[in-house]
């Protein structure tokens, strides 16, 4: 089993920056891809950017492609979602998680434990 614990949403203006944190606990393995996605009201959930365990591969969204950053610290059990250059069409519950198995790294209904959530709000 895997526990994931979002940290580090809030209120912020357009054009400024946030630093979203997953802590993960419980057993896991150098395959997993790690991803988040984000759902604003109304709407279904949307991929933003998964990394491999090693880092060296990442893919993003279009919507957020040169201005958010994903990364992961395995010593430490976190991945981190640095995002730049806030746009009020941002605002979303931002929600991380872990694909143990086969799937697409884009599709949320492929990943297999997930964070409870933070959000994240954008003013213009």
């Known amino acids: 089993q895997v526990q994931l614990v979002e940290s580090g949403g809030g209120l912020v203006q357009a054009g400024g920056s946030l630093r979203l944190s997953c802590k993960v606990s419980g057993r896991t393995f150098g395959t997993d891809i790690m991803g988040w996605f984000r759902q604003a009201p109304g709407k279904e959930r949307e991929f933003v950017a998964a990394?491999?365990?090693?880092?060296?591969?990442?893919t993003y969204a279009d919507s957020v492609k040169g201005r958010f950053t994903i990364s992961r610290d395995n010593p430490r059990g976190t991945q981190y979602l640095q995002m730049d250059n806030l746009k009020p069409d941002d605002t979303a519950v931002y929600y991380c998680?872990?694909?143990?198995?086969?799937?697409?790294?884009?599709?949320?209904?492929?990943?297999?434990?997930w964070g409870q959530g933070t959000q994240v709000t954008v003013s213009s």
């Open positions: 998680a872990v694909k143990r198995y086969s799937g697409s790294d884009y599709s949320a209904s492929d990943y297999s434990y």
């Open positions: 990394i491999g365990w090693a880092g060296g591969y990442t």
